[in-house]
């Protein structure tokens, strides 16, 4: 069975300072994976995925995520963070033979302060 | 990206009574959708997957006769929450996607606040 891995309940960084959420996973054969982000009282939004090709993925308001397939990760980057980005962010992976049925980790909320 | 909405987006219902929540994707055939339920500053639980013109396949705990989906058309989905009680109270959450080549992601609506009084 697949799973995913958010080791961190929450990450506090610096307006300006580069942002790293990190996830990994555990699955057989290829992996789809995905970020979505979280705002208050609200769904999720998709940011980014990757299911082939360059391990570096670009998504969403500056963020990318760079597949890792040797240390199973995907974790969340992005250059210079904004107080904006303050927000639950949860990575997915695709359940094999489940369709478009996802399997989410438990969430890492971001704080971004000034 | 693809649009998904949600009605209403909160419900105020005394307990015993029952619930409708509809899901509809905007702007591509969905033929898949996804309920979701979310406990405060939790992760997301997988309640059950509807196929369009099939019946709702539930997660293990999940009482279907107490969620009753249906998945009528490629466009709308709707979550009845019947004889709801306060435990009932949650922020339900439903995305959609297609069977497009390539179109692996879910797109998610804005949600639902439950509270049962």
């Known amino acids: 069975a697949q799973s995913v891995a958010q080791p961190e309940d929450q990450v506090n960084v610096a307006e300006g300072n580069p942002l790293t959420v990190k996830c990994t996973y555990s699955?057989?054969?290829?992996?789809?994976l995905f970020w979505y982000v979280q705002y208050p009282n609200r769904g999720l939004q998709f940011l980014l995925k990757?299911?082939?090709?360059?391990?570096l993925v670009k998504g969403s308001y500056g963020f990318e995520a760079e597949f890792n397939k040797s240390q199973t990760s995907f974790h969340l980057k992005k250059p210079s963070a904004l107080v904006s980005d303050s927000a639950l962010y949860f990575c997915?992976?695709?359940?094999?033979?489940?369709?478009?049925?996802?399997?989410f980790g438990t969430g890492t909320q971001l704080k971004v302060e000034l | 990206g693809a649009v998904v909405s949600q009605h209403p987006s909160r419900v105020i219902c005394k307990s015993g009574t029952s619930v409708k929540i509809e899901c509809r994707s905007l702007?591509?055939?969905?033929?898949?959708m996804f309920w979701y339920r979310q406990f405060p500053k939790k992760s997301l639980m997988l309640m059950a997957t509807?196929?369009?013109?099939?019946?709702?396949?539930?997660e293990q705990g999940v009482e279907k006769d107490k969620f009753l989906i249906n998945h009528a058309s490629l466009t709308l989905s709707t979550l009845t929450v019947t004889s709801a009680h306060p435990e009932d109270s949650s922020f339900y959450i439903c995305?959609?996607?297609?069977?497009?080549?390539?179109?692996?992601?879910?797109?998610f609506g804005p949600g639902t606040r439950l509270t049962v009084t």
């Open positions: 997915a992976v695709r359940v094999t033979g489940g369709g478009n049925k996802l399997t």
């Open positions: 509807s196929n369009e013109g099939s019946k709702a396949t539930y």
């Open positions: 990757y299911i082939t090709g360059d391990n």
């Open positions: 995305s959609a996607s297609s069977d497009l080549p390539g179109a692996y992601e879910q797109y």
């Open positions: 702007d591509f055939q969905a033929t898949t």
């Open positions: 699955v057989s054969g290829n992996p789809y």
